[in-house]
C-alpha cells in the first residue's frame, strides 16, 4: 500500500533537516526523502552523509545562494517531467537565513505545490531553552558584516513598535564584534542568551546580562567557538537604567548588602529605586 507522500506527484518538498544530531530528523522526513526522485541541496558532500547515514540513495544536486536561479530551473524541469523533488538545507528548515526562499517562489509561480515537513530550527530550539518570559520575539537572522551597517540595524531594533525578544544568527569570526555592539547600543540591563552548536557535542546554553557578555566570551576562547544563536530578551518595563547607573550599582553590590546598595544607588544617580532593585536581584542572580 502506497504512503499519503508517496501517491503526491510533481511536488516540492521542503524538509527541515538535523541541526548537528542525526537523530533530530522526523520519520515522516525520512520517508520522504526515501520517495522523492532528487535532493535540492546546499552541499551534495554535506547531505550525501545525511543521506547515506539512513540508507536513502536518492540523486542530490546542488542549490545554494551562488546557483539558486539556475538549480531552480532545474528543480522546476524535474517536476515538470512527473518528479518529486525534496528540498533542504545544510542544517534545519531550508528559506530561514538559508537558500531556499527563491526556489520555493519559483515553483510556486510555475503551478506545482510545495509542501513543507516541519522540524529542527536553530531560532526555536535556543528559543525554547532560553528561559525568556518575553510574549513576542523577533526573528533578525545574520547582522550585516561590515560593522557600520551592523550597529545601524542594531540601533533601529531598539525601538520597535512591540516590545520583542530579538534573535541573531552569528559565524565564530564574527561573534565578539556582534556581542559588543549589542552591548554598547541596546539598553545595558537586557539578558543576553548564547546558544552555540546546538544537538552537537560542544553544545552550550548560557544566559547573562547584556551588559557582562563581551568579559564573558573574552574569558574562555572555547566560547567564540561553534555556530551561535543569540537572544535578547525584550527591553525593560518602564524608566530604562543607563550604563553608568547599572556599573555604579555593581559596585556597590560588591560592597554592600542588596537593599542598602539600592537606596544608595538610587539617591547617586536618580534613577527609579524599583527599577534598580530588580536590576540588582537579577545581578545577585537571586529569584525575584
Not at 36 to 47: F, I, K, M, Y
Not at 262 to 287: F, H, R, T
Amino acid at each position: 500500500m502506497k504512503t499519503a507522500e508517496e501517491v503526491k506527484t510533481s511536488a516540492l518538498y521542503v524538509v527541515a533537516t538535523p541541526l548537528g544530531n542525526l537523530g533530530d530528523i522526523t520519520l515522516r522526513a525520512l520517508e520522504v526523502l526515501r520517495s522523492v526522485d532528487a535532493v535540492a541541496c546546499e552541499d551534495t558532500r554535506h547531505t550525501r552523509r545525511l543521506l547515506d547515514h539512513h540508507g536513502i540513495r536518492a540523486a542530490a544536486f546542488a542549490l545554494h545562494e551562488h546557483n539558486e536561479a539556475a538549480a531552480s530551473q532545474k528543480l522546476i524541469g524535474l517536476l515538470s517531467d512527473g518528479k518529486r523533488v525534496a528540498l533542504v538545507s545544510d542544517a534545519g528548515t531550508p528559506g530561514i537565513s538559508d537558500p531556499g526562499a527563491r526556489a520555493v517562489a519559483a515553483v510556486r509561480t510555475a503551478g506545482f505545490p510545495v509542501i513543507p515537513l516541519p522540524g529542527a530550527n536553530a531560532a526555536v530550539t535556543a528559543l525554547s531553552a532560553a528561559g525568556l518570559a518575553d510574549a513576542h520575539f523577533l526573528f533578525v537572522g545574520f547582522l550585516p558584516s561590515k560593522a557600520a551597517a551592523r550597529r545601524q540595524e542594531i540601533a533601529s531594533l531598539k525601538t520597535l513598535p512591540i516590545p520583542a525578544a530579538l534573535v541573531f544568527y552569528e559565524a565564530p569570526h564574527r561573534v565578539v564584534e556582534t556581542v559588543a555592539d549589542l552591548a554598547a547600543l541596546l539598553e545595558p540591563q537586557r539578558t543576553l542568551v548564547v546558544a552555540r552548536e546546538l544537538t552537537k557535542l560542544f553544545e552550550q546554553i548560557a544566559a547573562m546580562p547584556l551588559i557582562d557578555a563581551p568579559a564573558w566570551l573574552a574569558a574562555d576562547a572555547n566560547r567564540q567557538r561553534g555556530e551561535f544563536v543569540l537572544i535578547v530578551s525584550a527591553p525593560p518595563a518602564g524608566d530604562a537604567i543607563d550604563a553608568g547607573v547599572l556599573r555604579t550599582l555593581q559596585l556597590l553590590l560588591n560592597e554592600l548588602p542588596l537593599k542598602q546598595a539600592v537606596k544608595l544607588a538610587a539617591e547617586i544617580s536618580g534613577a527609579p529605586k524599583n527599577a534598580l532593585y530588580e536590576q540588582a536581584l537579577m545581578l545577585k542572580g537571586k529569584d525575584q
